[in-house]
């Protein structure tokens, strides 16, 4: 899986993916320098995520 280079924010839903996607997906946004945050599928959750 190869995470495009011009974005600005990845925004990973942990409710549909598993332990190794996540840590793959933290592990190259670093590498790459982009905000990477993790949140429930729900709303609430991520507009809470985004405030942060």
Not at 12 to 29: C, P, Q, R
Request: one cysteine or more; charged letters at 25%.
């Amino acid at each position: 899986m190869e995470i495009p280079k011009d974005i600005d924010l990845i925004l990973v839903l942990t409710d549909f993916v598993s332990h190794g996607v996540s840590n793959h997906i933290k592990k190259e946004s670093k590498r790459l320098g982009i905000k990477t945050i993790y949140s429930k599928r729900s709303w609430s959750c991520v507009e809470n995520s985004l405030a942060v």
